[in-house]
């Protein structure tokens, strides 16, 4: 990994560890100078880099800035299950926090930027800072139910799109829009993740968009008309 020396502190006021960021040595009429809040490190991640791999020794949180990646495991004959992507302000390292250990791969699926906090720095500072500890709590509150509403006993069409509405959610959740974003896994990532044949995925996505509900170039995708891939996910969704 390539090291930054500075971090992009208009994300770390959204980052959901910014308390972290605070230095409590600084005088508080000081806390808010971008040059003085950041203590995490930025790494950049190339496409296909990994950050870590299954069993490395967990010492360190990452939250990502920028770009997306994907955590996925390998069976002993070297086949590979795509266990979830994962998008800019999501920690990763929490499920390694009781093993000691990261129990997965999480490679970088484009141009990443990952920032690197010591969870010794962050466990420590929690007891001095009450709204980092609430906020550990509620991350660590939300990772112990956080799974894929998609992934199930569904149809094909109906996993996909749970997964579609699944991007668009975190798109918005971005601040960018639900509607319109970038694929930065390709085909074969999705099938994997979802269970399905490439072929499957390829001609699902083809059939929505001739039903005019999706519009892809390339990686390139627009949702036409969300209500129809709700719809479509309703059962999943319970909507």
Do not use: W
Request: proline share 5%; aromatic share 8%; hydrophobic share 35%.
């Amino acid at each position: 990994m390539s090291e930054k020396p500075k971090l992009p502190h208009t994300f770390c006021k959204q980052c959901l560890l910014h308390p972290v960021y605070l230095s409590k040595t600084l005088p508080h009429d000081n806390r808010t100078a971008p040059e003085t809040t950041a203590v995490g490190k930025l790494h950049i991640l190339q496409p296909k880099e990994h950050l870590f791999r299954k069993e490395d020794k967990f010492h360190i949180l990452f939250t990502i800035c920028s770009g997306s990646l994907k955590s996925y495991l390998t069976d002993i004959e070297g086949r590979e299950k795509v266990i979830g992507f994962h998008f800019p302000g999501e920690i990763l390292g929490i499920n390694a926090i009781h093993s000691g250990i990261y129990p997965h791969n999480a490679m970088a699926l484009e141009t990443t930027h990952i920032c690197a906090v010591s969870f010794e720095q962050v466990f420590s500072l929690s007891t001095e800072i009450p709204t980092l500890q609430r906020r550990l709590i509620q991350i660590l509150s939300r990772k112990i139910s956080d799974h894929p509403f998609y992934l199930g006993n569904y149809g094909a069409e109906e996993r996909l799109a749970g997964f579609l509405l699944y991007l668009s959610h975190h798109s918005k959740g971005r601040g960018d829009s639900g509607s319109h974003f970038v694929l930065s896994m390709d085909r074969r990532d999705i099938a994997n993740h979802l269970g399905m044949a490439i072929e499957t995925v390829s001609r699902l996505l083809t059939n929505l968009q001739k039903k005019g509900i999706l519009k892809i170039k390339n990686r390139q995708l627009a949702i036409i008309a969300p209500e129809r891939l709700r719809e479509l996910a309703r059962c999943l969704t319970g909507r």
